[in-house]
């Protein structure tokens, strides 16, 4: 409310050359001040949109540009917020901004580029798409895996939450293992999975443009397979480039339906 709401109520906004400090209590994040400031906001009822650039700390990322379409009525219901945001930064640290954003996993390294698309609602995050230019990359797929290491990650990202599981997509992807050296030259990947319920067992399904088999057993302690898939997997030692792949299952992965496609 207070000064919030009074600015949302505004026709339009704008500020230019200015300086922001960004104080996050909610995630009792450090102070972070932003020079070079301009920004527009445009007000029509519980319709926003916004636009600004703005030079974030050196060691934080270059200058950084974010638009933003939002729908919601007051500040302090932000709970009943849902919207579009766009952001782009050509370098920076990725992992920094985790401490100030809901970022859907969890990354402890990672510099280079980006640009990405987020949608919310509330204080979730719905979907989200990035391009992606990356160095010295540690991730967590889930916070209790272990990381994910990549010496570099280039190509599109795409995650989107569903009522029963989620899809998680990759487009002209490439990366190289940090720990094993082993570069995957790029590919398209899809990646649905489905939650076990009282009716049915989990199921998923993987279709890639080209799968380097090797690849995906050396990082199995990191994907969001339970220890009995990761076991069998490891005891599998599949190898090798399969190409134009689409698996399916139901409850146990590597006894479910396996069909190459021509």
């Given at each position: 409310?207070?000064?919030?709401?009074?600015?949302?109520?505004?026709?339009?906004?704008?500020?230019?050359?200015?300086?922001?400090?960004?104080?996050?209590?909610?995630?009792?994040?450090?102070?972070?001040?932003?020079?070079?400031?301009?920004?527009?906001?445009?007000?029509?009822?519980?319709?926003h949109?916004?636009?600004?650039?703005?030079?974030?700390?050196?060691?934080?990322?270059?200058?950084?540009?974010?638009?933003?379409?939002?729908?919601?009525?007051?500040?302090?219901?932000?709970?009943?917020?849902?919207?579009?945001?766009?952001a782009?930064?050509?370098?920076?640290?990725?992992?920094?901004?985790?401490?100030?954003?809901?970022?859907?996993?969890?990354?402890?390294?990672?510099?280079?580029?980006?640009?990405?698309?987020?949608?919310?609602?509330?204080?979730?995050?719905?979907?989200?798409?990035?391009?992606?230019?990356?160095?010295?990359?540690?991730?967590?797929?889930?916070?209790d895996?272990?990381?994910?290491?990549?010496?570099?990650?280039?190509?599109?990202?795409?995650y989107?939450?569903?009522?029963?599981?989620?899809?998680?997509?990759?487009?002209?992807?490439?990366?190289?293992?940090?720990?094993?050296k082993?570069?995957?030259?790029?590919?398209?990947?899809?990646?649905?999975?489905?939650?076990?319920?009282?009716?049915?067992?989990?199921?998923?399904?993987?279709?890639?443009?080209?799968?380097?088999?090797?690849?995906?057993?050396?990082?199995?302690?990191?994907?969001?397979?339970?220890?009995?898939?990761?076991?069998?997997?490891?005891?599998?030692?599949?190898?090798?480039?399969?190409?134009?792949?689409?698996i399916?299952?139901?409850?146990?992965?590597?006894?479910?339906?396996?069909?190459?496609?021509?």
């Amino acid at each position: 409310g207070g000064f919030g709401d009074w600015l949302l109520g505004q026709d339009e906004v704008i500020i230019r050359d200015a300086i922001v400090t960004w104080q996050d209590e909610v995630r009792n994040a450090p102070a972070l001040k932003f020079t070079g400031v301009s920004a527009r906001m445009v007000n029509g009822g519980v319709t926003h949109q916004i636009g600004f650039i703005a030079t974030p700390p050196a060691d934080i990322a270059a200058p950084i540009d974010v638009r933003a379409e939002l729908r919601g009525a007051s500040l302090l219901n932000m709970g009943e917020w849902t919207g579009s945001v766009y952001a782009r930064m050509a370098s920076g640290n990725v992992a920094a901004w985790g401490a100030y954003l809901p970022i859907p996993v969890v990354v402890k390294t990672g510099m280079g580029g980006a640009q990405a698309w987020v949608d919310f609602e509330g204080m979730n995050i719905t979907g989200s798409v990035a391009d992606v230019q990356l160095v010295d990359v540690s991730t967590k797929l889930k916070a209790d895996l272990p990381p994910l290491q990549l010496e570099n990650l280039n190509g599109r990202l795409s995650y989107r939450e569903r009522a029963s599981g989620f899809n998680f997509s990759g487009q002209n992807l490439d990366f190289t293992l940090a720990n094993s050296k082993t570069n995957v030259p790029e590919a398209d990947y899809f990646f649905q999975y489905s939650l076990a319920s009282e009716k049915q067992a989990a199921s998923g399904e993987l279709l890639a443009s080209a799968l380097d088999m090797e690849a995906v057993r050396l990082v199995a302690d990191a994907l969001p397979l339970d220890a009995a898939h990761r076991k069998r997997l490891d005891q599998f030692s599949p190898k090798g480039r399969a190409e134009n792949i689409a698996i399916k299952w139901s409850g146990d992965l590597l006894a479910g339906y396996l069909h190459l496609l021509a």
